[in-house]
């Protein structure tokens, strides 16, 4: 399912699958074009296609519908896919950076859609897309991954207490950025958690708190 996502791909002219993998370091450093845009094409590409599916096959309210495509599109599931794939070393970067993050991987597989798109259009490549993310396998099998930072609201909201997360980005020794999200619940701090994006850390960091709060 997966080759067929690279074999689409690489089906792509040569100077698109180049500028995938462009990422904006390097192209700052040698003064080229760099995926952000068409990794931006692509993000709204893959939304639009995970969100098309469930339309059609997951008779669902739109909030938990929206949880679903969450799951899907996410920088941890995308970085999961980017890993699987095995693009990570075709990926070029700048000598600002010492090593590739999850969230640089995620970028690269939106990027990627980006540029199937423009070569193919939204109808070809859709298969390839909800194939590669085991989007109709992991539906049928109710396999549906917990948002934890919905759940941790829901719980909160529901015992009227107030939730709020404290957010720092911070510079790992080998250059990457991080962030840290410490999770507090009616002022007392409960957990923390580190991502390579905002929504990474504040997801592990609900996870941890809702695990607290249900041994109380």
């Known amino acids: 399912m997966k080759n067929n996502?690279?074999?689409?791909?690489?089906?792509?002219?040569?100077?698109?699958?180049?500028?995938?993998?462009?990422?904006?370091?390097?192209?700052?450093q040698h003064g080229v074009e760099s995926n952000e845009r068409v990794e931006f094409?692509?993000?709204?590409?893959?939304?639009?296609?995970?969100?098309?599916?469930?339309?059609?096959?997951?008779?669902?309210?739109?909030?938990?519908?929206?949880?679903?495509?969450?799951?899907?599109?996410?920088?941890?599931?995308?970085?999961?896919?980017?890993?699987?794939?095995?693009?990570?070393?075709?990926?070029?970067?700048?000598?600002?950076?010492?090593?590739?993050?999850?969230?640089?991987?995620?970028?690269?597989?939106?990027?990627?859609?980006?540029?199937m798109y423009l070569s193919f259009g939204l109808h070809s490549i859709s298969g390839a897309v909800l194939n590669a993310l085991k989007v109709k396998e992991i539906l049928k099998a109710g396999g549906i991954k917990t948002d934890f930072k919905s759940e941790l609201q829901e719980y909160t909201q529901e015992r009227k207490l107030k939730l709020n997360y404290e957010v720092e980005k911070y510079e790992t020794a080998g250059g990457q950025m991080n962030f840290r999200a410490n999770c507090f619940v009616s002022g007392e701090f409960l957990s923390y958690g580190q991502g390579s994006t905002k929504r990474e850390a504040e997801q592990n960091s609900a996870k941890l708190a809702l695990q607290k709060l249900k041994k109380k």
């Open 5 to 28: 996502f690279i074999e689409l791909f690489e089906k792509c002219k040569d100077e698109l699958k180049d500028l995938a993998f462009t990422h904006s370091s390097f192209a700052n």
């Open 41 to 115: 094409l692509g993000d709204t590409v893959l939304s639009t296609i995970v969100s098309d599916y469930l339309y059609k096959h997951y008779h669902k309210t739109e909030g938990k519908m929206t949880k679903i495509r969450s799951s899907f599109v996410c920088t941890e599931n995308l970085s999961k896919l980017a890993k699987e794939l095995g693009i990570e070393s075709r990926i070029k970067i700048g000598k600002s950076l010492t090593q590739i993050s999850d969230a640089i991987l995620a970028d690269t597989i939106e990027s990627m859609i980006g540029v």
